[in-house]
């Protein structure tokens, strides 16, 4: 029988967050891959799961799947939705569609959004987690939206100054979403010009209103 390797994704974070489809793969899965807090969240040791954690080192992942899929389905745990910036995009490099099946999960781009009572349709979306977006993206119009992941060099602080330098005014409404839904989780809606004057967030979503 040929073995499927299903990823799912686990949502922003808390689990009241997962569609019920991927909770029943994640708990009736042989072999179990995921991040040390998605596997430490859900892997269950009463059912013998075979896990492995997704590090740095992708190639080992890949490897340790494929070898994996000789015998069993594998479950491949994801952040947010596998659709946008996973290892989805690794895995339909190496496999074709029909070996993958995808379940999908709330994004935390989609999160903000819901958190800032904003539609998303006409949102342009990018991504400066260990990238920065071309430029022509960030341009300036007025009414454009912009909705962003971050990492620690792209943060609250460091990105409302390349807005500003590409010509955004300094009263453009920002929206500063970390840690969605979690316990702990922060929405501050403030601008451009004062996102110094919070503590600086960083692998957040930021959304800017034009
Ligand atoms: C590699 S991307 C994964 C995106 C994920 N696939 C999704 O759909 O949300 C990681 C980035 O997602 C954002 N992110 C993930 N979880 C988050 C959360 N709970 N709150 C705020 N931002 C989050 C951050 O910008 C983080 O740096």
Known sequence: ???????????????????????????????????????????????????????????????????????????????????????????????????????????????AFAKLSLPWHDAELVSFHGRVPQEEKLVYEPGRIVGMLTDGKYNSHTIPEVFMAMGWPRETKLGICSRLSYEDEVIIETTLGEAKKFEVYTHCILVVTG
């Open 1 to 111: 029988m040929e073995h499927k390797i299903i990823v799912a994704g686990i949502g922003p974070g808390n689990p009241r967050y997962i569609v019920e489809e991927a909770k029943e793969a994640i708990a009736n899965a042989k072999v179990l891959v995921g991040g040390k807090r998605a596997l430490s969240q859900f892997k269950s040791i009463e059912a013998g799961q075979k896990t492995m954690t997704i590090a740095a080192d992708i190639p080992g992942v890949l490897s340790f799947i494929d070898k994996e899929l000789q015998e069993n389905d594998v479950v491949v745990m994801v952040s947010g939705d596998p659709g946008y910036y996973s290892l989805l995009d690794a895995l339909r490099r190496n496999y074709s569609a029909k070996k993958l099946q995808v379940i999908p999960g709330i994004s935390s781009m989609q999160l």
